[in-house]
Every structure is written in C-alpha cells, then in structure tokens.
C-alpha cells in the first residue's frame, strides 16, 4: 500500500482562496492521506477492483460542506470516471476535533489498450448551502495494470461415450449335468431326470466337444445325496467326478484335439457331507408346504452330525417324498466348460472399419460396438472422425454422435477452429437423443469455453451429473479453469481438487494459488510444468516475495524459451522493483 499527499494538487488553489471556507478546507486536505489497494492496480475476471480509503485531519469539514475525492482511470487520451467517496459534514459531528475517515471499493471493466494506464483523485469542496465549489489539481495515486490474471489458460477436455465392446478374452460357460444311480459312480445312459436322460446329455456334450472350442477350463463336481447308502462312501462323489473327466478326455482323443487337450486345466471338486445343494433343492421344490419345510431346515441348522441329522429327517412325514423327488437331483457330476468366446482380432476389426467407411463393405460387417471400437485402434483424428461418421450414420446411437463430436474438438484444439460448429451440430443431435448424458454435457461445455462463452460453459458444467471419475475429473478441470478467469480463486482450488491433470490445469491451478496469495502452492503447481509461461509466472511469484534472485533465474529460463517474453518483462509493473534483476535476465 501507498500513502499520497494532496499538498501538492491543493497549494495552487490554497494560495489564490485562502480567504474562504472553501479555501481552508483546500488548505486542510492538503494533510490527508489516501490508500489505494492494491496498488499498482490489477486486473481480475475482466474487471480492476481496488479500494480507497482518505483519512482527513480534523477541521477539514466545517459545517455545511462536503468534500468529493472523485477517481479516474486515464489511458492514452482516454479515461473513465470511475467513482466518487462523499465525506458530509453532517456525517462527521466531531470532525472539528477528531480526524475524519471513509472507505469506499470500486471497479471498472477492463478493456483493451487500457495497459498501461494512471488511477487520479481530484478533490472538490462544497458549500453545501449555495452550492460553490473548489477544486484541486488531479493528482496521480496509482498505476496499472498488473495482468497476471490474464495467464489463464482455457482447459477443454473430450469426451467419449463408451464403445460397447470388450476386446479382452472372454470366457463363455456351458453346464452339462449328469445323474447316477443310488450309491453308483458308473453312468447309465437310460437314466432319467426331470425327462432327460444322460444319453442326451452325453451326446449334447460330445457334440460340444466335437466342435473344438477353445477351451480353458473343465470344473466337474461331484456331489451325492444325505443318505446313509452314499454318504458312507467318501469316494462316490470324487470317483463320479472322475468318470466324467474321462469320458471328456476320451472324447477329445476322437476329436483329435492333440496338444490342445493339454492346456485345458480339469478342476474336480468332490463335494463330501454338504447340506447346501439339498437346501437349494429344497427351497424350489413344490411337493411340500413351506411350513413341512423348515422342519428339514431346523434339523440341518441345528446340532449333531451330518449322519445323525440324515436319520432325523427320516423321521419325517414328508421324508419319503423328499427322498423320491429331491434326493435323485443331487446324485451328479456337474459339468461347467470355460471356452473363449471367439472374436475378430483387433487388426481385422481395423481393416473391416477402414473398408466400411471406403464405402468397399457393408455397414453390417461389424456390429455397432465392433464399429464404435475400431475407431480407438487409430491414433489419426481424421479417422476416428470418418469411423464415428459411419457409426452415426449406421445406428443413429447418441454415443457415436457424441464420439464424432469429441473427434471433432480434438481437432479444432489442434488448430482447426473450424471442427467447432461441426461439434456443435453433433452435439446437438446427441442431445435430443440423450440429454442428460454426462459426455454430450462436457462436451457442450468444451465447445462453449472454445467460443469464449465462458458463463454459459459454467453454467453447462455446473448441470454435469456422473459417476464416473474420468468424466468427473475432466469436468473438474474445465470448470476450475473457468473458475480462475472468473476470479473466483478459491472456489478454483476446490474443484481443481479432483481435476484431470495437465499442464494448462497446474498452470491453471497455481494462478489460482498464486492470486490468492499462496505463493508456496502457487510454486509447487509452477514447478512440474517445463514451459516459458510457467518459467515467467514463477518469477512473478518470487517478486511477489520479494526475492529478486528467483526473478532473474526463472526470468532467464522463460526469455531463453520464449524471446517475446523480453519486452513483456520490462514493463510488467509485477517487477517494478525488481529493474536490476530483470535487466540482466534479459540483456
């Protein structure tokens, strides 16, 4: 802060009328001190915001009078009256003996060419009674501008609608179960079950077989009935496993499958004394009331052992109906195949897309997910977009007009401002198909921060819901570089908390610290980016801290990367007492 005298701008008129009340209250301000701040003045969200505060010795407002200390911002041979502090008389009763104080905050809108510029205060006494006047010089209480507000950079962020389609290997299971006799590991084919019988599901498994599936894993498991005939024997249920596993492998050798029977893995699983599958069994089974069930339930739940509770269930009313429909259901081998589901390798996706929007194949060639994938296996912008295209064109699905779209910003950030109102009208479409899809939202914004219309991104920002945290992260940091352009640096801090990183975000993120007077943060940010801004803004932050050495070293590097900063330097009023350091960083 600095304090300004108006003895000066006030001595002429002093002198020529100091016969008058008028005079005297000239003659009086000329001990008043005035308080800019900041000071020089700094420009923040497109406007300069600044206080002033006048303090005036006692005696300067005698009754009936008022003295105007009226502000103007004049540049080059323009200026703008920018406001005025009012101190009545009425409003100070004891400023005969006491010093009278007022404060007041201003601002104006910044435009173009206002750099560099001059803040004046001209003083006016009033008679309040007959309305005369007296006015002082003008005098000069302030420079401007600071624009380190202005190294804000705008982060837009693309984003894609998911493609639908995995390329990873999956794995498709088929379940064959076969049935065994009371007590009996051997498999009869004329068995029966719910109506089928192991012969049809041999052959339905053979058939399986016989088709060479790539094929990862054979689970069988083996299981048996509670009563005593099959608990007794531990073995029955891995040795009905086993028989299963045979016939497989027997199946595979008439097949031929060769080497490729080795690196199928079987999994046996005998299952010994377990009451889950005659409780699943149980609960679907209709033959008997829900109340004559849980007596079985309450006997497994209770004590004793896996036999002692088998004996306890004979005991039952409804046992011999459990026993001739539930029982033959948990005399298996079930039998679960893990086989690679087949697809197309990502390189024939690649060549049947590239085919498709040639116009040399069918639209149909790939599905809709194949076609929306495809356009991720090239790193060309322009293909992706002609791949969305044909996916667009193919499905009218909002996800592909929403990907043309995001293609179509990567491009326009590139360079090619023109991509934007193709975006746009992508953008458009998608959202009168799925309005409330975080993508189109996010890219809606994308596209408004590139137009400059930076009130409308926010509010668009504002309106994304997702859960996603790719969307969420990007969201973020389009949103809290809007935030810094808007001077709110604090509200900037917070969203950038869960922001996508970048460079334009660390930049971003510490203007943020670094105007909100968090130098340490403000250089952490500064510091992971390897560029001439970044160079230049860590020397704005070292003035700030009055260490002249960190403005000449990181000066240095940002004039070395980028020559147009030299001049930019010399006449930043963030270094105007730093001349000696910032000379020798650019000579």
Not at 89 to 108: H, L, M
Not at 398 to 414: F, S, V
Not at 564 to 587: C, G, I, P, R, W
């Amino acid at each position: 802060m600095k304090k300004f005298n108006l003895a000066m701008a006030f001595a002429a008129g002093a002198i020529l009328l100091s016969g008058c009340k008028l005079d005297k209250m000239i003659k009086l301000a000329q001990e008043s001190d005035l308080q800019v701040n900041p000071n020089p003045l700094e420009v923040h969200g497109g406007n300069v915001p600044f206080e002033v505060s006048a303090v005036t010795p006692p005696k300067t407002l005698p009754q009936n009078t008022m003295l105007t200390l009226n502000t103007i911002y004049v540049y080059g041979d323009q200026e703008v009256t920018v406001g005025s502090i009012e101190m009545k008389a009425s409003d100070f009763p004891n400023s005969s003996s006491t010093t009278s104080r007022r404060a007041e905050n201003f601002t104006f809108p910044y435009q173009e060419g206002m750099n560099p510029g001059t803040l004046y205060i001209q003083a006016v006494a009033t008679d309040t009674r007959n309305g005369k006047t007296k006015e002082s010089e003008r005098l000069s209480v302030a420079q401007g501008l600071i624009m380190t507000s202005g190294w804000v950079k705008d982060v837009t962020m693309a984003s894609y609608a998911a493609h639908g389609y995995d390329d990873r290997e999956e794995l498709v299971p088929t379940n064959v179960d076969f049935y065994f006799d009371q007590g009996r590991s051997n498999l009869r084919t004329s068995l029966k079950y719910d109506g089928v019988s192991n012969a049809s599901k041999r052959d339905e498994l053979s058939a399986f077989i016989a088709e060479k599936n790539v094929t990862r894993t054979v689970t069988i498991t083996g299981t048996h009935s509670p009563e005593g005939t099959e608990t007794i024997n531990s073995d029955l249920s891995e040795d009905r496993a086993s028989t299963i596993e045979k016939y497989y492998r027997a199946r595979m050798d008439r097949y031929d499958y060769k080497g490729a029977a080795d690196s199928i893995d079987f999994i046996l699983k005998p299952v010994v004394q377990n009451w889950a599958s005659f409780k699943a069994a149980l609960a679907s089974y209709d033959g008997i009331t829900s109340e004559e069930k849980s007596q079985y339930n309450n006997i497994i739940n209770g004590s004793g052992s896996f036999v002692e509770k088998e004996k306890e269930m004979k005991k039952l009313s409804t046992y011999k109906k459990v026993f001739k429909d539930v029982y033959p259901g948990l005399r298996t081998a079930q039998t679960n195949v893990l086989t690679v589901k087949p697809k197309k390798s990502n390189a024939e996706i690649a060549v049947l897309a590239k085919s498709i929007v040639n116009g040399d194949a069918n639209a149909d060639t790939l599905t809709i997910e194949e076609l929306m994938f495809s356009a991720t296996l090239t790193p060309s912008l322009e293909e992706k977009a002609s791949i969305y295209k044909a996916a667009a064109d193919k499905s009218g699905a909002w996800a592909a007009h929403n990907n043309l779209a995001a293609a179509h910003i990567e491009m326009a950030k590139r360079g090619d401002a023109s991509k934007l109102d193709g975006a746009a009208t992508q953008l458009e479409i998608a959202m009168n198909k799925m309005g409330d899809a975080a993508e189109v939202q996010a890219n809606m914004a994308a596209v408004q921060v590139m137009q400059g219309e930076y009130e409308a991104a926010y509010e668009t920002l504002n309106g994304v819901s997702s859960s996603s945290n790719d969307i969420n992260g990007k969201v973020s940091a389009m949103k809290g570089a809007v935030e810094v352009r808007m001077a709110e640096y604090d509200k900037a801090k917070a969203t950038f908390a869960s922001a996508t990183n970048g460079e334009n975000v660390m930049i971003d993120r510490g203007l943020a610290y670094l105007l909100s007077g968090d130098y340490k943060m403000a250089d952490a940010e500064f510091n992971q980016v390897e560029r001439a801004d970044a160079y230049y803004l860590l020397a704005v932050s070292a003035a700030r801290q009055s260490n002249a050495a960190g403005v000449g070293s990181n000066l240095k590097k940002a004039v070395d990367a980028e020559p147009s900063y030299k001049d930019m330097a010399l006449n930043d009023l963030e270094f105007t007492n730093f001349a000696e350091a910032v000379n020798e960083a650019v000579k």
